[in-house]
């Protein structure tokens, strides 16, 4: 093993595929904290990466203090309140933390720069992380027989001890592994069904601080400034997450080719993506040593340089972002739903006994339980039985023809249940007509629970509970809301019906 940050010159000329001008680039650029970093070094690309590798290079220990590793300043969490809670943290560059106890997901956002998608997104147990570190971002998650993970350079696949690399070209190969993965490893797709609910959730919040000229508006909400339970119903925003998050994932044709172009379509783009940042890269380096050639201001060349490194940090983590969500979380939930058989039904499709209708906010009870449970636009859920619906209401649990609301915007939601269970459901839900119904259970996210007082989700969710469904397998366990149904079965923002 040879570490890069100690070897001399001459023994970096030995190395194939090392020139003088590399080796002297190198040894400018030391010390490096990983391998990766040296995708820095001008003249060194994939190929004499995994060239370097293969050759026993390392990137060592080094003498110099290492960068820190970014952590978001976790907001403190009460252990009694189920709600998710946020933290606003000040500086050079402002950033809102994100902590969704249900999914137990952490999204740290940038205000200051709206671009970029996260600065860093992990499961608590850090079984996921995506971070930008060093003005790189990478992405690491968890497998049953070792770790993925993704950086500018491709796709790198841990397992038993072997390692295995793919560029971001060779789209086929990483379809078919991340496919195969989602479809085999039980932990591998809980983690990404996981992070996708709790990003949903984190990136809808940020709708609640908008960004003028690079300033944060802290009139909504402005008593963000300390550790608060956050949800927000303005649709400013400041992350393309929701957007990407929030357009809906129909069933599909559960099967591995289907999956596999999928994942294919979504890494398409990465290469061209990758490729626009690094040449904005090279040609603001360009424009470093042509404004700094003097000899008084040639000083400032490397400060200048290391302007580039950030734009170019902030580039290819949107490159990355975007990966991230479509070839890992896409790829995770679409597999759970094939094998659950549970997702979002398209609007053209009728529905079937045991559908949940979830229904847009229209009024000021509906914006309250929106609002509370953190702004996907939902406030009420019906259960289809045949051409009638069940739901709670004011005036408690009622029967009711399926137009029964007119034009109000709805999404529906399979909950994958054989038809034996559908019918145990709905007389389930039917034996609970003229039940009270309680609003205040869902603005308190369950805190407030009298059991003789129904929600509409709740009412739901109990009667699965009654005919034994195991509610966890459908990432539905404990208090549920109509935006919690709508996150986790892939159902579009009711802001984009």
Known sequence: MRDINKVTRGELLKLKGVNREIAGAIIRGRPFKSMDDLVRVPGIGEKLLRELRNQGVVAGNTTA??????????????????????????????????????????????????????????????????????????????????????NINGVEMQSHGKIQTYSWKQKKEIGRILTKLAMNDPGYRSIGVALGAGLRLAASATRGVGVNSGE????????LQGIVSLCAPWNIGVSIVDDVLSTGKSIIECTEEVIENIVEECIDPIPDCLANAARSRDRCFEDCDHTFKKWYNKWMRPICKGGCWVVFGIDTAVCLGMALICSFITTTETVFHCITKSGWIPPDEAPRTGDIRLYEANDAIGYAIDIATCGYGYSHAALVCGNMMFHATADGVIRSP????????????????????????????????????????????????????????????????????????????????????????????????
């Not at 005919?467 to 397998?473: E, L």
Request: proline share 7%; with cysteine.
């Open 65 to 150: 203090p290492a960068k820190a590793e970014f952590k978001p300043a976790l907001p403190k969490y009460p252990a009694w309140s189920p709600r998710p809670i946020a933290k606003l943290t000040q500086g050079d560059r402002s950033q809102l933390t994100i902590y969704e106890p249900r999914s137990r997901v952490i999204a740290s956002f940038d205000i200051t720069d709206p671009r970029i998608p996260f600065v860093y997104l992990s499961t608590e147990d850090e079984s996921a992380v995506f971070q930008i570190e060093n003005n790189m971002p990478r992405f690491e998650v968890k497998t049953k027989t070792g770790k993925i993970l993704m």
């Open 402 to 497: 399926l137009d029964h609301y007119g034009s109000r915007k709805f999404a529906t939601v399979r909950l994958g249940l054989t038809d034996a269970q559908c019918k145990q459901l709905c007389a389930c839900v039917q034996g609970k007509i003229g039940a009270d119904y309680d609003y205040l259970e869902v603005v308190t996210f369950g805190t407030v629970d009298d059991p003789g007082r129904e929600t509409c989700t709740m009412l739901i969710m109990n009667c699965l509970d009654s005919i034994g469904v195991d509610r966890n397998s459908l990432g539905l366990g404990g208090f549920v809301s109509p935006n919690d149904i709508a996150r986790r079965l892939g159902a579009p923002n009711a802001h984009n019906l």
């Open 216 to 223: 944060m508006i802290t009139a909504v909400p402005a008593h």
